[in-house]
T-cell receptor, first 111, second 115 residues
Framework: GQQVMQIPQYQHVQEGEDFTTYCNSSTTLSNIQWYKQRPGGHPVFLIQLVKSGEVKKQKRLTFQFGEAKKNSSLHITATQTTDVGTYFCAGPDSSASKIIFGSGTRLSIRP | NAGVTQTPKFRVLKTGQSMTLLCAQDMNHEYMYWYRQDPGMGLRLIHYSVGEGTTAKGEVPDGYNVSRLKKQNFLLGLESAAPSQTSVYFC??????????????FGPGTRLTVL
């Protein structure tokens, strides 16, 4: 079946360092979505990418959607303690009635 | 707008007991979902609904039942709870679009422990 894979599973960085998580789908996606879940919280939508090769920025966060629309990345520049949490990518399944979540990348930060 | 709310926030059950988790949304969304999240793990889809009166199985439906009698509510039932169902349960909703699946809005979660 359709799968969405994310790497790495965990990343521990020094505050101020950059962070990147990668997302790969087994099938071409019509869009890719990114969510953030703070420790003890619920997933919160960050952004949606639709176009091949699309790049979007939210302050220190840069999101990319691959040319083939099968992969995506989230890059955080100069991490801060507020960036701690788990980042999930997600893409619609073939029926478009639900989305498939990646396994997530948990980011922890040393102050 | 309250968004997506879930009741209860916490619950402890004994093995074999039953319970119902309630999810309510006030955004007039067509689609609603139930996920479970085990410690340090991702989200696994239990059941979902694409409209009032319709439900479908997700990735891990066994041991759970759902109902969507009203558009704004989505109920998740555990008929005979097992320790393996100890988890955090999230409800989510999204609106229907002509193009593709829209973004999901999550509730705060229900932390369930089965002893």
């Amino acid at each position: 079946g359709q799968q969405v894979m994310q790497i790495p599973q965990y990343q521990h960085v020094q505050e101020g360092e950059d962070f990147t998580t990668y997302c790969n789908s087994s099938t071409t996606l019509s869009n890719i979505q990114w969510y953030k879940q703070r420790p003890g919280g619920h997933p919160v939508f960050l952004i949606q990418l639709v176009k091949s090769g699309e790049v979007k920025k939210q302050k220190r966060l840069t999101f990319q959607f691959g040319e083939a629309k099968k992969n995506s990345s989230l890059h955080i520049t100069a991490t801060q303690t507020t960036d701690v949490g788990t980042y999930f990518c997600a893409g619609p399944d073939s029926s478009a009635s639900k989305i498939i979540f990646g396994s997530g990348t948990r980011l922890s930060i040393r102050p | 707008n309250a968004g997506v709310t879930q009741t209860p926030k916490f619950r402890v059950l004994k093995t074999g007991q039953s319970m119902t988790l309630l999810c309510a949304q006030d955004m007039n969304h067509e689609y609603m979902y139930w996920y479970r999240q085990d410690p340090g793990m991702g989200l696994r889809l239990i059941h979902y609904s694409v409209g009032e009166g319709t439900t479908a199985k997700g990735e891990v439906p066994d041991g759970y039942n759902v109902s969507r009698l009203k558009k704004q509510n989505f109920l998740l039932g555990l008929e005979s709870a097992a320790p393996s169902q100890t988890s955090v349960y999230f409800c989510a909703s999204s609106k229907r679009t002509s193009a593709s699946t829209d973004t999901q809005y999550f509730g705060p979660g229900t932390r369930l422990t089965v002893l």
